[in-house]
Protein backbone atom coordinates (compact mmCIF):
# COMPACT_ATOMS: atom_id res chain seq x y z
CA UNK A 1 0.00 0.00 0.00
CA UNK A 2 1.82 3.54 -0.83
CA UNK A 3 2.30 5.56 2.08
CA UNK A 4 0.18 9.08 2.23
CA UNK A 5 1.92 12.01 2.43
CA UNK A 6 -0.27 13.64 4.65
CA UNK A 7 -0.57 10.32 6.91
CA UNK A 8 3.22 10.79 7.26
CA UNK A 9 3.14 14.19 8.43
CA UNK A 10 1.10 13.10 10.89
CA UNK A 11 2.30 12.48 14.59
CA UNK A 12 1.48 9.14 16.27
CA UNK A 13 -0.83 10.10 18.49
CA UNK A 14 -2.74 12.36 15.53
CA UNK A 15 -2.71 8.96 13.86
CA UNK A 16 -3.97 6.75 16.01
CA UNK A 17 -6.47 9.67 16.75
CA UNK A 18 -7.55 9.46 13.17
CA UNK A 19 -8.39 5.61 13.71
CA UNK A 20 -10.52 6.16 16.75
CA UNK A 21 -12.39 8.75 15.05
CA UNK A 22 -13.07 6.13 12.32
CA UNK A 23 -14.62 3.76 14.16
CA UNK A 24 -16.25 1.04 12.75
CA UNK A 25 -15.21 1.90 9.34
CA UNK A 26 -11.49 1.24 9.65
CA UNK A 27 -9.02 3.81 7.76
CA UNK A 28 -6.78 0.95 6.11
CA UNK A 29 -4.17 4.02 5.12
CA UNK A 30 -3.85 5.04 8.67
CA UNK A 31 -3.74 1.78 10.27
CA UNK A 32 -0.94 0.53 8.20
CA UNK A 33 0.89 3.68 8.25
CA UNK A 34 0.40 3.54 12.23
CA UNK A 35 1.03 -0.35 11.96
CA UNK A 36 4.92 0.37 9.69
CA UNK A 37 6.24 3.21 12.41
CA UNK A 38 5.70 0.89 15.71
CA UNK A 39 6.38 -2.06 14.43
CA UNK A 40 10.70 -1.43 14.93
CA UNK A 41 10.06 -0.30 18.38
CA UNK A 42 7.97 -3.18 19.06
CA UNK A 43 10.10 -5.43 17.33
CA UNK A 44 13.29 -3.73 18.95
CA UNK A 45 11.79 -4.55 23.14
CA UNK A 46 10.84 -8.14 21.60
CA UNK A 47 14.49 -8.68 20.80
CA UNK A 48 15.73 -6.56 24.00
CA UNK A 49 13.46 -9.22 26.24
CA UNK A 50 13.24 -12.01 24.53
CA UNK A 51 16.07 -12.29 22.49
CA UNK A 52 14.47 -14.69 20.40
CA UNK A 53 13.48 -13.08 16.69
CA UNK A 54 10.60 -15.48 16.09
CA UNK A 55 9.30 -14.62 19.56
CA UNK A 56 9.76 -10.50 18.77
CA UNK A 57 7.87 -11.30 15.59
CA UNK A 58 4.92 -12.51 17.47
CA UNK A 59 4.78 -10.04 20.07
CA UNK A 60 4.82 -7.31 17.19
CA UNK A 61 1.81 -8.99 15.44
CA UNK A 62 -0.02 -9.91 19.09
CA UNK A 63 0.32 -5.88 20.43
CA UNK A 64 -0.24 -4.02 17.06
CA UNK A 65 -3.26 -5.98 15.98
CA UNK A 66 -4.68 -5.83 19.56
CA UNK A 67 -3.64 -1.85 19.68
CA UNK A 68 -5.88 -1.37 15.91
CA UNK A 69 -8.60 -3.46 17.64
CA UNK A 70 -8.62 -1.21 20.38
CA UNK A 71 -8.55 2.01 18.64
CA UNK A 72 -11.36 1.30 16.28
CA UNK A 73 -13.59 0.18 19.00
CA UNK A 74 -13.22 3.01 21.07
CA UNK A 75 -11.53 1.40 23.70
CA UNK A 76 -8.03 3.52 24.19
CA UNK A 77 -8.64 6.12 26.15
CA UNK A 78 -6.33 8.75 25.18
CA UNK A 79 -4.95 8.08 21.49
CA UNK A 80 -2.45 11.03 21.71
CA UNK A 81 -0.93 8.67 24.11
CA UNK A 82 -0.58 5.38 21.86
CA UNK A 83 3.38 5.22 21.94
CA UNK A 84 2.57 4.59 25.95
CA UNK A 85 -0.04 2.60 25.40
CA UNK A 86 1.72 0.32 23.22
CA UNK A 87 4.81 0.07 25.28
CA UNK A 88 2.06 -0.80 28.44
CA UNK A 89 0.81 -3.49 26.25
CA UNK A 90 4.35 -4.70 25.24
CA UNK A 91 5.18 -4.91 28.65
CA UNK A 92 2.32 -6.73 30.55
CA UNK A 93 3.02 -9.42 26.98
CA UNK A 94 6.19 -9.71 27.76
CA UNK A 95 5.57 -10.88 31.30
CA UNK A 96 2.54 -13.01 30.54
CA UNK A 97 5.11 -14.81 28.04
CA UNK A 98 7.73 -15.30 30.58
CA UNK A 99 5.23 -16.39 33.15
CA UNK A 100 4.26 -19.10 30.59
CA UNK A 101 0.39 -17.97 31.83
CA UNK A 102 -0.39 -17.55 28.12
CA UNK A 103 1.41 -19.34 25.40
CA UNK A 104 2.58 -17.70 22.70
CA UNK A 105 0.36 -19.72 20.02
CA UNK A 106 -2.66 -18.87 22.37
CA UNK A 107 -1.43 -15.06 22.26
CA UNK A 108 -1.18 -15.12 18.80
CA UNK A 109 -4.66 -16.92 18.16
CA UNK A 110 -6.75 -14.48 19.91
CA UNK A 111 -5.64 -11.91 16.90
CA UNK A 112 -6.00 -14.55 14.32
CA UNK A 113 -8.90 -13.35 12.68
CA UNK A 114 -8.07 -9.75 12.77
CA UNK A 115 -6.74 -8.70 9.23
CA UNK A 116 -3.19 -7.27 9.31
CA UNK A 117 -2.81 -4.15 8.20
CA UNK A 118 0.74 -4.30 6.53
CA UNK A 119 4.30 -6.14 6.70
CA UNK A 120 6.34 -4.73 9.19
CA UNK A 121 9.35 -3.78 8.02
CA UNK A 122 12.47 -6.08 7.98
CA UNK A 123 15.47 -5.25 10.31
CA UNK A 124 17.79 -4.43 7.46
CA UNK A 125 21.21 -6.46 7.59
CA UNK A 126 24.44 -5.36 7.13
CA UNK A 127 26.59 -6.19 4.07
CA UNK A 128 28.41 -9.12 6.12
CA UNK A 129 32.05 -8.98 4.22
CA UNK A 130 31.97 -5.37 4.84
CA UNK A 131 31.23 -6.16 8.63
CA UNK A 132 33.63 -8.85 8.49
CA UNK A 133 36.68 -6.81 6.99
CA UNK A 134 35.89 -4.16 9.70
CA UNK A 135 35.64 -6.46 12.48
CA UNK A 136 39.21 -7.52 11.18
CA UNK A 137 40.44 -3.64 11.06
CA UNK A 138 39.89 -3.51 14.69
CA UNK A 139 42.55 -4.09 17.06
CA UNK A 140 42.74 -7.26 18.97
CA UNK A 141 41.57 -6.26 22.15
CA UNK A 142 38.18 -3.99 20.40
CA UNK A 143 37.46 -7.00 18.44
CA UNK A 144 37.78 -9.93 21.60
CA UNK A 145 35.50 -7.25 23.53
CA UNK A 146 32.66 -6.72 21.04
CA UNK A 147 32.89 -10.30 19.80
CA UNK A 148 32.31 -11.12 23.73
CA UNK A 149 29.81 -8.56 24.17
CA UNK A 150 27.58 -8.94 21.21
CA UNK A 151 27.84 -12.65 20.71
CA UNK A 152 25.75 -13.65 23.32
CA UNK A 153 24.70 -10.21 24.20
CA UNK A 154 26.90 -10.09 27.68
CA UNK A 155 27.11 -7.32 30.14
CA UNK A 156 30.60 -5.19 30.84
CA UNK A 157 31.41 -7.04 34.11
CA UNK A 158 30.81 -10.64 32.34
CA UNK A 159 33.09 -9.59 29.46
CA UNK A 160 35.75 -7.90 32.67
CA UNK A 161 35.74 -11.47 34.35
CA UNK A 162 36.67 -13.30 31.06
CA UNK A 163 39.56 -10.89 30.40
CA UNK A 164 40.95 -10.21 33.13
CA UNK A 165 40.40 -6.15 33.03
CA UNK A 166 37.95 -3.95 34.65
CA UNK A 167 34.40 -3.32 33.86
CA UNK A 168 34.91 0.25 33.19
CA UNK A 169 38.06 -0.50 30.93
CA UNK A 170 35.98 -3.04 28.87
CA UNK A 171 33.07 0.33 28.59
CA UNK A 172 35.44 2.06 27.08
CA UNK A 173 37.07 -0.48 24.69
CA UNK A 174 33.55 -0.97 23.52
CA UNK A 175 32.45 2.75 23.05
CA UNK A 176 35.44 3.11 20.89
CA UNK A 177 35.37 0.00 19.27
CA UNK A 178 31.82 0.77 18.20
CA UNK A 179 32.80 3.87 17.10
CA UNK A 180 35.19 2.59 14.83
CA UNK A 181 32.83 -0.17 13.63
CA UNK A 182 29.72 2.31 12.78
CA UNK A 183 32.39 5.12 11.08
CA UNK A 184 34.02 1.49 8.96
CA UNK A 185 30.37 0.46 8.08
CA UNK A 186 29.47 4.10 6.95
CA UNK A 187 26.69 4.83 9.35
CA UNK A 188 28.63 7.02 11.88
CA UNK A 189 31.47 9.18 13.37
CA UNK A 190 34.27 7.48 14.79
CA UNK A 191 34.92 7.88 18.60
CA UNK A 192 38.05 9.20 19.90
CA UNK B 1 11.18 14.37 13.47
CA UNK B 2 14.67 15.29 14.82
CA UNK B 3 14.67 14.40 18.40
CA UNK B 4 15.66 16.89 21.31
CA UNK B 5 17.29 14.84 23.32
CA UNK B 6 18.73 11.82 21.38
CA UNK B 7 20.19 9.20 23.83
CA UNK B 8 23.74 8.35 23.89
CA UNK B 9 25.34 5.63 21.64
CA UNK B 10 26.69 3.76 25.21
CA UNK B 11 22.91 4.24 26.58
CA UNK B 12 21.47 2.22 24.09
CA UNK B 13 24.39 -0.41 24.54
CA UNK B 14 23.83 -0.32 27.92
CA UNK B 15 20.04 -0.64 27.38
CA UNK B 16 20.58 -3.48 24.75
CA UNK B 17 22.92 -5.46 27.39
CA UNK B 18 19.81 -5.15 30.11
CA UNK B 19 22.70 -2.86 32.12
CA UNK B 20 20.76 0.09 33.20
CA UNK B 21 18.94 0.24 36.63
CA UNK B 22 15.20 -0.74 36.29
CA UNK B 23 13.72 3.32 36.80
CA UNK B 24 16.33 4.22 33.92
CA UNK B 25 15.90 1.16 31.39
CA UNK B 26 12.11 2.15 31.91
CA UNK B 27 12.24 6.06 31.20
CA UNK B 28 14.45 4.75 28.03
CA UNK B 29 11.85 2.95 27.00
CA UNK B 30 9.19 5.49 27.16
CA UNK B 31 11.72 8.16 24.96
CA UNK B 32 12.10 5.10 22.54
CA UNK B 33 8.87 4.36 22.00
CA UNK B 34 7.89 7.99 21.01
CA UNK B 35 10.86 8.86 19.27
CA UNK B 36 11.35 7.70 15.70
CA UNK B 37 15.42 8.57 15.40
CA UNK B 38 16.14 7.00 18.82
CA UNK B 39 14.62 3.98 17.40
CA UNK B 40 16.85 4.13 14.50
CA UNK B 41 20.09 3.79 16.55
CA UNK B 42 18.34 1.05 18.27
CA UNK B 43 17.73 -0.49 14.96
CA UNK B 44 20.95 0.33 13.78
CA UNK B 45 22.90 -1.05 17.45
CA UNK B 46 20.50 -4.28 16.98
CA UNK B 47 21.64 -4.47 13.23
CA UNK B 48 25.32 -4.82 14.17
CA UNK B 49 24.99 -7.28 17.01
CA UNK B 50 23.13 -9.50 14.89
CA UNK B 51 25.92 -8.65 12.26
CA UNK B 52 28.36 -9.72 14.54
CA UNK B 53 26.96 -12.67 15.61
CA UNK B 54 26.13 -13.70 11.94
CA UNK B 55 29.77 -13.38 11.53
CA UNK B 56 31.43 -15.34 14.11
CA UNK B 57 29.13 -18.03 13.35
CA UNK B 58 30.26 -17.64 9.80
CA UNK B 59 33.85 -18.34 10.76
CA UNK B 60 34.54 -15.03 8.94
CA UNK B 61 36.84 -13.65 11.97
CA UNK B 62 39.69 -14.53 13.86
CA UNK B 63 39.91 -13.38 17.56
CA UNK B 64 41.11 -14.14 20.87
CA UNK B 65 38.44 -15.19 23.43
CA UNK B 66 38.12 -16.66 26.58
CA UNK B 67 37.08 -20.32 27.99
CA UNK B 68 33.39 -19.09 28.81
CA UNK B 69 33.17 -17.71 24.76
CA UNK B 70 34.33 -21.03 23.77
CA UNK B 71 31.38 -22.88 25.54
CA UNK B 72 28.75 -20.28 24.24
CA UNK B 73 30.18 -21.23 20.57
CA UNK B 74 28.94 -25.22 21.07
CA UNK B 75 26.07 -23.76 22.78
CA UNK B 76 25.12 -21.64 19.64
CA UNK B 77 25.38 -25.32 17.92
CA UNK B 78 28.82 -24.80 16.26
CA UNK B 79 30.81 -27.80 16.04
CA UNK B 80 34.31 -26.67 16.80
CA UNK B 81 37.50 -28.21 16.74
CA UNK B 82 40.35 -28.27 19.59
CA UNK B 83 44.04 -28.08 19.60
CA UNK B 84 46.41 -27.36 22.32
CA UNK B 85 50.12 -26.54 22.15
CA UNK B 86 52.28 -26.10 25.12
CA UNK B 87 55.34 -23.22 25.07
CA UNK B 88 58.27 -24.52 22.20
CA UNK B 89 55.59 -27.10 21.19
CA UNK B 90 54.02 -28.06 18.02
CA UNK B 91 50.49 -29.46 16.43
CA UNK B 92 49.39 -30.65 13.30
CA UNK B 93 46.03 -29.07 12.46
CA UNK B 94 43.36 -29.24 9.94
CA UNK B 95 39.59 -28.12 9.49
CA UNK B 96 37.25 -30.63 8.66
CA UNK B 97 34.21 -29.87 6.00
CA UNK B 98 31.60 -30.24 8.85
CA UNK B 99 33.98 -27.96 11.86
CA UNK B 100 32.49 -24.38 11.99
CA UNK B 101 35.65 -23.21 13.60
CA UNK B 102 39.04 -24.41 15.37
CA UNK B 103 40.21 -23.13 18.94
CA UNK B 104 43.54 -23.30 19.39
CA UNK B 105 44.43 -23.36 23.50
CA UNK B 106 48.77 -21.71 23.23
CA UNK B 107 49.34 -22.44 26.54
CA UNK B 108 52.07 -19.84 28.20
CA UNK B 109 53.70 -18.89 31.74
CA UNK B 110 51.67 -15.16 31.91
CA UNK B 111 52.09 -14.53 35.68
CA UNK B 112 53.10 -10.83 35.56
CA UNK B 113 53.09 -9.83 32.25
CA UNK B 114 51.83 -6.56 31.29
CA UNK B 115 51.16 -6.31 27.82
CA UNK B 116 51.20 -9.51 24.73
CA UNK B 117 52.16 -8.98 21.97
CA UNK B 118 51.56 -12.21 19.41
CA UNK B 119 53.92 -12.73 16.41
CA UNK B 120 52.88 -15.11 13.87
CA UNK B 121 55.17 -16.35 10.63
CA UNK B 122 53.60 -17.74 7.71
CA UNK B 123 56.23 -20.29 6.05
CA UNK B 124 59.32 -20.21 6.56
CA UNK B 125 60.50 -17.04 5.12
CA UNK B 126 56.60 -15.10 5.27
CA UNK B 127 56.16 -11.90 6.33
CA UNK B 128 55.91 -11.43 10.30
CA UNK B 129 52.66 -10.36 11.94
CA UNK B 130 52.34 -9.19 15.20
CA UNK B 131 49.32 -8.53 16.97
CA UNK B 132 49.84 -6.12 19.76
CA UNK B 133 48.15 -6.26 22.89
CA UNK B 134 45.91 -9.09 23.12
CA UNK B 135 43.74 -9.54 26.04
CA UNK B 136 44.51 -12.66 28.30
CA UNK B 137 43.97 -13.63 31.86
CA UNK B 138 47.52 -13.97 33.33
CA UNK B 139 45.58 -16.58 35.64
CA UNK B 140 44.28 -19.43 32.66
CA UNK B 141 48.16 -19.91 31.91
CA UNK B 142 47.39 -19.26 28.15
CA UNK B 143 45.35 -17.90 25.24
CA UNK B 144 42.74 -19.12 23.45
CA UNK B 145 42.64 -17.92 19.37
CA UNK B 146 39.76 -18.81 17.18
CA UNK B 147 41.36 -18.18 13.66
CA UNK B 148 39.17 -17.69 10.59
CA UNK B 149 37.49 -21.04 9.78
CA UNK B 150 36.50 -19.21 6.28
CA UNK B 151 40.27 -18.24 6.13
CA UNK B 152 41.72 -21.73 6.99
CA UNK B 153 39.16 -23.93 5.14
CA UNK B 154 40.35 -22.12 1.83
CA UNK B 155 44.22 -22.78 2.96
CA UNK B 156 46.43 -25.07 1.39
CA UNK B 157 49.36 -27.28 3.75
CA UNK B 158 51.25 -24.03 5.58
CA UNK B 159 52.84 -23.97 8.70
CA UNK B 160 52.83 -21.40 10.77
CA UNK B 161 55.20 -20.41 13.41
CA UNK B 162 54.03 -18.11 16.60
CA UNK B 163 55.86 -16.33 19.72
CA UNK B 164 54.56 -14.68 22.21
CA UNK B 165 56.40 -11.89 23.30
CA UNK B 166 55.77 -10.07 26.86
CA UNK B 167 55.74 -5.97 26.54
CA UNK B 168 56.66 -3.75 29.62
CA UNK B 169 58.13 -0.59 30.38
CA UNK B 170 61.87 -2.10 30.50
CA UNK B 171 61.46 -3.75 27.05
CA UNK B 172 60.34 -6.90 25.27
CA UNK B 173 61.13 -10.64 26.22
CA UNK B 174 59.91 -13.81 24.28
CA UNK B 175 57.88 -15.63 26.48
CA UNK B 176 57.07 -19.00 23.93
CA UNK B 177 57.31 -20.11 20.25
CA UNK B 178 55.06 -22.97 18.78
CA UNK B 179 54.51 -24.35 15.47
CA UNK B 180 51.29 -25.15 13.40
CA UNK B 181 51.61 -27.69 11.08
CA UNK B 182 48.34 -26.84 8.86
CA UNK B 183 46.91 -29.67 6.48
CA UNK B 184 43.56 -29.35 4.08
CA UNK B 185 41.21 -32.23 5.27
Avoid at chain 1, 170 to 183: D, E, Y
Avoid at chain 2, 37 to 42: A, H, K, Y
Wanted: glycine letters at 8%; aromatic letters at 4%; one cysteine or more.
Amino acid sequence: MPRSSLLVELDDGALARRIAETGAAPDSAAEAELYRRLAPRVRLYGLRHLRDLQAAADLVQQVLLMTLERLRAGKVRDPESIASFVLGSCRMTVLEMRRGTRRREALLETWSDAAEPCEAPEQEALDPHRLAGCLEALSERERSVVVLTFFADRQADEVASELAISGGNVRVIRHRALGRLRKCMGGGEEVQ
Amino acid sequence: MTCRSPVALDALVAYWLGELPQEREAALEEHLFGCTQCTGQLEELAALATGVRATVLDGKVSMVVSEPFVDAMKDAGLSVREYQVEPGGSVNCTIGTNDDGVISRIRAPLAGVQRLDVVRMLGASGPEERLTDVPFDADSGGLVIVPSAAWLKAMPAFTMRMRLIAVNDAGEKQLAEYTFNHSPS
